[in-house]
């Protein structure tokens, strides 16, 4: 990865982090807004992901918003995805509980994961909680 500034740096590890989700500016800032950063900002920073390939961009029907979406194919082949039976997303195991499953299962049962096939369903903490 090249030479990232702390704020383009901000922004990959938001996405990172939200892998599935589309955002529009204005979520962007709203998250983001205990750091320094501004709006145009985030504009300057997206339009310059989105020309490295990084994020794409959508913009939805009837509405003015361009929602922004992480592009990262690699990110996704090395998670295991936890998705929500609830409210349909999606999140990434984290990478130390991947990692302590698939060796278990490879100590224990000698049973390989298959990474990028696996996913568990059931309720995340916004569901439960709401
Ligand atoms: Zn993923
Ligand atoms: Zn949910």
Redesign the pocket.
């Known amino acids: 990865m090249a030479y990232m500034t702390e704020q383009r740096k901000l922004l990959y590890e938001f996405f990172q982090s939200h892998p599935h989700d589309k955002f529009c500016v204005k979520d962007i800032y709203a998250a983001l807004s205990q750091y320094d950063i501004s709006r145009s900002a985030i504009y300057r920073n997206l339009s310059a992901m989105k020309k490295d390939g990084l994020v794409r961009c959508d913009i939805s029907e009837g509405s003015r918003d361009v929602f922004y979406q992480f592009v990262n194919s690699t990110h996704c082949s090395n998670a295991i995805h936890l998705s929500?039976v609830?409210?349909g997303?999606t999140f990434h195991m984290k990478t130390s509980y991947a990692s302590q499953l698939q060796n278990e299962l490879a100590q224990q049962e000698g049973f390989s994961i298959n990474k990028s096939k696996t996913v568990l369903y059931g309720?995340?903490k916004?569901?439960k909680n709401g």
């Open positions: 929500c609830e409210c997303k309720t995340c916004n569901c």
